[in-house]
């Protein structure tokens, strides 16, 4: 399972297979969308990655999850049963699961400069909690001169942290996902990548701050229809100091205590 804060908020789903290629390489199944429908990411590319890759140790684990319902939840349902490289039926559309080098060529050729969001659902490559860094390596080389941003709930254990910091500073950024304020302090001080947050349902503020006095600018897409991450882009910067929060929603909301 795997929870990613984004502007389409936290999502969790239970693991599925993954797909051994040869030796101890893994192959992951990617759906790009080269021009997202959703209004809070605006009109630019947007990835989804198999369950597979999500941490086993995401504590929203069924706990809060807004793609456990809804269109993004039956195609990453049918995304994450697909093989890579083989087409999969999702509703009433259909799609191609990339491998990921297929993805990633994808990537490559995206016009430089472009803005991106990698995973909508799904964590950065490798099963469970691990990072595949061969992977992630692969993709950063690919995003050189584009823009892609994305989140992970993947703990930063010595080996992800070394692998999280690399993208930032190459820069493909992959910001920290926090699951309350505290957490957001202890993710900011290991210093390796900006981070987000959950934070309640019903926020009133548009400016939080942590225990430790840490700014946090709550998503502006979540309270101004005309604001996307196309127009906005702060989740791009990977040296960005503030925090970004993001108020829970979906059908687990509930559930979800930020603060
Ligand atoms: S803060 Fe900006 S870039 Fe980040 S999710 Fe919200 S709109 Fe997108």
């Not at 984004?6 to 290629?21: A, E």
């Not at 369950?51 to 807004?66: D, E, F, I, N, V």
């Not at 259909?94 to 993805?103: C, D, H, I, P, R």
């Not at 600018?217 to 993001?246: K, M, N, W």
Request: hydrophobic share 35%; glycine share 10%.
């Amino acid at each position: 399972m795997h929870s990613a804060a984004g502007p389409t908020g936290p999502v969790t789903v239970c693991t599925s297979m993954p797909f051994p290629l040869k030796g101890k390489q893994m192959d992951y199944a990617v759906y790009l969308t080269r021009k997202s429908k959703n209004r809070k990411t605006g009109p630019i590319p947007v990835s989804t990655t198999g369950r597979a890759t999500c941490p086993t140790s995401c504590p929203l684990m069924g706990k809060g999850c807004y793609a456990e319902a809804g269109p993004l939840a039956i195609m990453w349902k049918a995304l994450s049963r697909a093989r890579p490289g083989r087409s999969f039926a999702f509703g009433r559309g259909s799609g191609k699961a990339l491998t990921w080098s297929q993805f990633c060529k994808a990537i490559a050729g995206l016009p430089e400069g472009t803005l991106w969001r990698h995973n909508q659902a799904g964590d950065l490559p490798g099963i469970g909690d691990a990072i595949d860094h061969k992977a992630l390596a692969e993709l950063i080389t690919a995003n050189a001169g584009r823009r892609g941003f994305t989140y992970t709930h993947k703990p930063p254990t010595k080996a992800n942290a070394r692998a999280i910091a690399n993208a930032n500073r190459r820069g493909f950024t992959v910001n920290l996902s926090a699951d309350n304020l505290a957490e957001a302090d202890n993710l900011a001080e290991l210093g390796i990548a900006p981070v987000v947050t959950i934070l309640p349902a019903e926020v009133d503020r548009r400016v939080y701050y942590t225990p430790a006095g840490r700014h946090v600018a709550v998503c502006p897409a979540t309270y101004r229809d005309e604001i996307s991450c196309a127009s906005c882009q702060l989740c791009q910067h990977p040296r960005r100091v503030a925090i970004v929060g993001f108020p829970a929603h979906g059908p687990g909301k509930g559930k979800i205590n930020g603060a």
